[in-house]
T-cell receptor
């Protein structure tokens, strides 16, 4: 069965520092992987997704993620954190299932705190 | 940019009452979903809907829950006889196609059962 594990429920960085949010997945089929961000009192917004094309995926707001099959990882990075990046980040894997609905299985989420 | 809209944004209901959460998915999308997020927990899949029928549902989605697409634009989640543990943020979502396609989420409906 597919699953997602996000290492670290809380990550704190200084403004301007590197952001690294970790995600490992388990999937019996080639995975489709997503990162979503949730700002306070808002819905889930797609940051980026991996669908078996380039292994390095660039998303919005300067974020990118690298798919590493050997490590079953899809870590999210940003070279320089901004105060506005403070939010909850969710990694998710798209599950096919018998109906190919593409439902998402989410990780526990990582709260990113950015300190001035 | 097209978006998924949900109403109400927040609802408080008495235990045992029925609740209907409403959603307008993005107009050209074919797959519709409900997810929920209990406070402090992960986002969980409830149900997917395609071609006017449920295509997949989770263990959470028992007989207490039902979904409907009453017309060409709305997609509703009905929760019968609400329980305290139904208190959660409920997200509606939609996508153009199935697996691998981006799923777009609404801003959620926060349900509080008292």
């Amino acid at each position: 069965a597919q699953s997602v594990t996000q290492l670290g429920s809380h990550v704190s960085v200084s403004e301007g520092a590197l952001v690294l949010l970790r995600c490992n997945y388990s999937s019996s089929v080639p995975p489709y992987l997503f990162w979503y961000v949730q700002y306070p009192n808002q819905g889930l917004q797609l940051l980026l997704k991996y669908t078996s094309a380039a292994t390095l995926v660039k998303g919005i707001n300067g974020f990118e993620a690298e798919f590493k099959k050997s490590e079953t990882s899809f870590h999210l990075t940003k070279p320089s954190a901004h105060m506005s990046d403070a939010a909850e980040y969710f990694c998710a894997v798209s599950v096919g299932g018998s109906s190919n609905t593409g439902k998402l299985i989410f990780g526990q989420g990582t709260t990113l705190q950015v300190k001035p | 940019e097209p978006e998924v809209t949900q109403t109400p944004s927040h609802q408080v209901t008495q235990m045992g009452q029925e609740v209907i959460l409403r959603c307008v998915p993005i107009s050209n999308h074919l797959y519709f979903y409900w997810y929920r997020q209990i406070l402090g927990q992960k986002v969980e899949f409830l149900v997917s809907f395609y071609n006017n029928e449920i295509s997949e549902k989770s263990e959470i989605f028992d007989d207490q829950f039902s979904v409907e697409r009453p017309d060409g634009s709305n997609f509703t989640l009905k929760i019968r006889s609400t329980k305290l543990e139904d208190s959660a943020m409920y997200f509606c979502a939609s996508s153009e196609q199935g697996r691998g396609n981006t799923i777009y989420f609404g801003e959620g409906s926060w349900l509080t059962v008292v």
